[in-house]
């Protein structure tokens, strides 16, 4: 059974830090690139990161660059998305989703398997 399973969100106050993890089952997930999106209430889902297959080259967008990193680990079947010094405006349920083929754009039409989403909440 194709799966994306993703966690790690959670309650972070303004300034912290959390790692989401996105697993992948019944696929390999080298041959896929994986975009992070997110979306806050009221608005629709944005992609914010995204993994290149097989070289895995990085791409972000403006508002969290410098501030996450996008990493994968083939051998586990995972991407990872290194959240810093997070904002009350990267507040959202993240989701990862993937495609067979190179990095897009951030709209989220084409891709192949999506994940359920965590909630990330970023308040004092």
């Known amino acids: 059974q194709v799966q994306l399973v993703e966690s790690g969100g959670g309650l972070v106050q303004p300034g912290g830090s959390l790692r989401l993890s996105c697993a992948a089952s019944?696929?390999?997930?080298?041959?896929?690139?994986i975009t992070w999106f997110r979306q806050a209430p009221g608005t629709g889902r944005v992609g914010v990161s995204c993994s290149s297959s097989y070289r895995g080259s990085a791409y972000y967008v403006d508002s969290v660059k410098g501030r996450f990193t996008i990493s994968r680990d083939n051998a586990k079947n995972t991407v990872y998305l290194q959240m810093s010094s997070l904002k009350p405006e990267d507040t959202a349920v993240y989701y990862c989703?993937?495609?067979?083929?190179?990095?897009?754009?951030?709209?989220?039409?084409?891709?192949?398997?999506w994940g359920q989403g965590t909630q990330v909440t970023v308040s004092s």
């Open positions: 019944g696929f390999t997930l080298e041959h896929y690139a």
């Open positions: 989703a993937a495609v067979a083929g190179p990095c897009g754009g951030w709209s989220p039409g084409g891709y192949d398997y």
